[in-house]
């Protein structure tokens, strides 16, 4: 059983900055792609950020390309988003997806991921 698990989301000021970890458990997750996904009030789901195993190949959506930055320690099955000057625009919830790819790349769109967190709440004040 695949399960992520969510944390680190809260209420910050335009311009703050918070760190959202995704932690996984129920498997070895070796060669798993994982991203970040997001959905604000009224809008579609979309992929904020997305990184491959080895962490040598990462995506980032236009709208937070360098605001925020993904990572992953393999050693603690976590995925962590670290989410710089952020505006209101970015609150949505959060959500971590993961599923495994056997090239070694990193999935850009939802269609892959089979294994998803239940997300976690960001909200961006002015």
């Known amino acids: 059983q695949v399960q992520l698990v969510e944390s680190g989301g809260g209420l910050v000021q335009a311009g703050g900055s918070l760190r959202v970890s995704c932690a996984a458990s129920?498997?070895?997750?070796?060669?798993?792609?994982m991203g970040w996904f997001r959905r604000a009030p009224g809008k579609e789901r979309e992929l904020a950020a997305a990184?491959?195993?080895?962490?040598?190949?990462?995506f980032y959506a236009d709208s937070v390309k360098g605001r925020f930055t993904i990572s992953r320690d393999n050693a603690k099955n976590t995925v962590y988003l670290q989410m710089n000057r952020l505006k209101p625009e970015d609150t949505a919830v959060y959500y971590c997806a993961a599923d495994y790819s056997p090239s070694g790349r990193l999935y850009t769109s939802e269609g892959p991921y089979r294994y998803w967190g239940q997300g976690t709440q960001v909200t961006v004040s002015s």
């Open positions: 990184i491959n195993w080895s962490g040598d190949s990462t």
């Open positions: 129920g498997g070895t997750f070796s060669s798993y792609s």
